[in-house]
């Protein structure tokens, strides 16, 4: 017995259409994915990444790559934490335009943070902390208006920190801790209540981040860390000047009496007086 099954036209049309979906290749290879990662390669030398998939790097969410997360055949993820990659990070890697995680902490990565991450507009989480970056801290990453979490921390960052990095409202994690920052701490970043901007949400005067994210940076200043110090002078400095400057004014008021005693010694006339004087007159 055969019956025939009369489906209405738009369900065929919505079959066909699943069926095409999920027959149709992986969405091309996108090109600024291939230089993004063979730049990522070369750059920290990853012998165990296979160039052959850099034009095609995703299978769906997974890549052949390790530590390659894809979305819609994007990379989506960069995530290579301790692994001992050395080298420095490539401009290239802003190539990675659907790029939200960036997770290259843990190794020993040198050089600086290049200002092109801050292309990476879909950003939300930038972790390079335990590396050995140096150089100053992009100000354009306050163009990643997604980002909720810096983690920054265990470098030779130094400078001071952005200002324009307070403007990140989404940030929930900010870690700086243990570089070489100074200058004082944005204000920001410090106090939640201004954050919350134009009386928004009145969150009293809690801080924002609290004092370990900026630990370990001789010269980093403000709330919630203590004040400048010593008016910029350290202990040190305020020991040295007091010393030098007693040592000068002692020098000074020495020669002084030495010329003194040198034109009274002119002067005097009598041997007497002049055995007088040298009587006094230690020997130096
Ligand atoms: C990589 O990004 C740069 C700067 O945004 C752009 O000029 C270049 O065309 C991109 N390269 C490729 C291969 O897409
Ligand atoms: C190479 O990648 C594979 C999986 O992609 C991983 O299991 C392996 O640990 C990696 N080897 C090294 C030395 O990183
Ligand atoms: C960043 O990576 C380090 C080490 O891999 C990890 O301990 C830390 O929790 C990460 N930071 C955040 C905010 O997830
Ligand atoms: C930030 O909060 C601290 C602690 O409540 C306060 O001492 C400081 O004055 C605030 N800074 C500004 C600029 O409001
Ligand atoms: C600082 O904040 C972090 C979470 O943001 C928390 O784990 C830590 O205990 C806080 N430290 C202090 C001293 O309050």
Redesign the pocket.
Known sequence: MSQHHHFPPFAVAVAVAAVLVLLSPPSAADPNDELCLSSLQQSLSLR?WTKSFFTDPCDGFIS???GVTCNNGRVYKLSLPG?SLSGSIPPELSNCTNLQSLDLSSNALSGAIPTELSKLLNLAVLNLSANALSGAIPRELASCAYLNVIDLHGNQLSGPIPDELGLLVRLSTFDVSYNRLSGPIPVLLANRSIAAGGGAVAAGTTARFNASSFAGNKDLYGYPLPPMRGHGLSVLAIVGIGLGSGLLSLVLSFSAVCIWLRSTDRTAATPGEEGKISHLMPAY
């Open positions: 165990n052949k790559l390790q692994l």
